[in-house]
């Protein structure tokens, strides 16, 4: 394996619920990978701008207060607009099922709800880091099917 | 022509060095990786102005304020015009090699408007038994003087010889101390004391700060004929930053000082040369069968490789 994986783990909007994030985190050290973690209550600008000063290769969101149809398509468009549409970004907390389909096609790559064992995560990881043109802004129509 | 610096897949580094002293953050980013990475060397030191440029290292243990009054640095000095840097290095689990960053949680200037875009933080960690930390830190400070940031704060931890001697790497040394912290021996035994251009004894709000200080002073004035600048400080309550930011930005430093940095820097290029050599695996296995004395793996380590 090479340099571990740059990955910031972000909380955006009015959301002060960031165990799933911190746990996350967590897993993803322990795998080897660098983390950057935001702490909360960050606006979409912050966390590009984290994203483009630390060079993170993954962006996982975290929301569990109801705003990911709103906040994290506005995230991967601004990604897209400042050049970074190579960032791959997934998200986490509490996304129904019907919510999803429209995440992945704003070029969200995987989404993890309660309960997702965090191998899961971390293969996703490994699967995306290997496919062409899985960025944000990238061509390619694959999404990871999550397990919960 | 002059090869003005040297890299692997040169042409896209020279493109993005360009892009990057012109203001792109994203392929300042991205050449800083590629020096963590070792595949970029960045030995261009003719644009680095050693009267206009300053790196400066922010150590002490862990809980002291170190984090906090960077902040305070870098929002004063981002407010009267500087574009300015900090490296914060952290070190990687030993275990599993992965890190948490988290140093930029506690940090407010990053998220204010109008200095934001003069201040450029970046996480370092120091992953799995690199000798190379220290150089590349010094690397990716000299690239950020490079592309415009007039002072560079590197902060880590000091404790363990790496983060010691990343410090070591900075052109000045800022030694941060809290009060009841037992007494000034633990300073002194961490070996960082002759290291540093200045002492700063943070959270002057609490008891037993000013004793603290007090007594540091006196310890070193028994010892030392140079002495580093002392400050009594409170990053909470924001007394004496302002102060300490102006005095800073153009510390002096001691000859004592510049000697440790020296020492220090020479133990982190032998560690590096050891490290790097093609031969190491081959001879810690000589070693191991005994049929290679310390001495002599020493000696062949050092010779050409």
Redesign the interface.
Same mark, same amino acid.
């Given at each position: 394996m090479?340099?571990?994986v740059?990955v910031v783990v972000a909380k955006p909007g009015l959301d002060g619920h960031d165990r799933g994030a911190k746990v996350v985190?967590?897993a993803?050290?322990?795998?080897?990978?660098?983390?950057?973690?935001?702490?909360l209550r960050r606006t979409a600008q912050?966390i590009i701008?984290?994203v483009?000063?630390?060079?993170a290769a993954f962006l996982g969101l975290s929301s569990l207060s109801g705003a990911h149809n709103h906040l994290f398509p506005r995230i991967c468009q601004l990604l897209v607009e400042?050049?970074?549409g190579d960032v791959i970004v997934f998200g986490g907390g509490i996304i129904p099922q019907d919510d999803r389909e429209e995440l992945f096609s704003h070029g969200i790559r995987a989404i993890f709800g309660p309960g997702t064992p965090t191998s899961d995560i971390l293969q996703f990881i490994d699967e995306a880091r290997t496919r062409p043109e899985v960025g944000v802004g990238g061509s390619s129509d694959w999404f990871w099917t999550s397990s919960a | 022509m002059v090869l003005d610096f040297i890299c692997v897949g040169d042409f896209v580094t020279r493109q993005e060095l360009l892009l990057a002293r012109q203001g792109s %953050?994203?392929d300042l980013? /991205?050449l800083?990786?590629l020096i963590?990475?070792g595949s970029y060397l960045f030995d261009d030191m003719s644009r680095i102005d050693a009267s206009r440029d300053m790196s400066i290292a922010i150590t002490g243990s862990p809980g002291v304020g170190k984090s906090v009054l960077c902040d305070q640095l870098l929002n004063h000095w981002a407010s009267s015009g500087y574009n300015v840097a900090l490296l914060a290095v952290d070190p990687?689990?030993p275990?599993?090699?992965?890190?948490?960053?988290?140093d930029?949680?506690r940090l407010k200037s990053?998220?204010d408007d109008a200095i934001?875009d003069r201040i450029?933080? %970046?996480?370092i960690?120091t /992953?799995k038994s690199t000798g190379s930390v220290p150089l590349i830190v010094r690397d990716m400070a000299a690239l950020l003087h490079d592309v415009g940031y007039q002072r560079v704060l590197i902060e880590t931890v000091g404790s363990g010889q790496s983060e010691l001697r990343c410090a070591a790497v900075a052109d000045r040394i800022v030694l941060v101390e809290g009060p009841a912290r037992g007494d000034s021996i633990q300073a002194e035994k961490a070996g960082l004391l002759e290291l540093a251009d200045a002492v700063i004894v943070n959270k002057a709000d609490i008891e037993g700060a000013r004793k603290h200080f007090d007594e540091l002073k006196e310890s070193l004035a028994l010892e030392q004929d140079e002495l580093p600048q002392m400050f009594l400080v409170s990053a909470l309550e924001q007394t004496g930053t302002k102060e300490l930011a102006d005095q800073l930005f153009n510390l002096a430093s001691t000859q004592r000082a510049k000697k440790s940095r020296i020492y220090q820097h020479l133990l982190a290029s032998h560690e590096q040369r050891l490290t790097q050599h093609p031969g190491l695996n081959e001879v810690l296995d000589l070693i191991l069968e005994g049929t290679l004395h310390i001495d002599d793996a020493l000696s062949h380590l050092n010779g050409s490789s």
């Open positions: 090479g340099s571990p740059r985190a967590r993803l050290r322990d795998a080897g990978h660098e983390v950057i973690y935001t702490g912050q701008d984290t483009r000063d630390e060079d400042q050049n970074m | %953050r994203r980013a /991205r800083l990786s963590e990475d990687s689990s275990r599993s090699g992965g890190a948490l960053l988290g930029r949680i990053i998220d934001k450029y933080v %970046r996480s960690a /992953r």
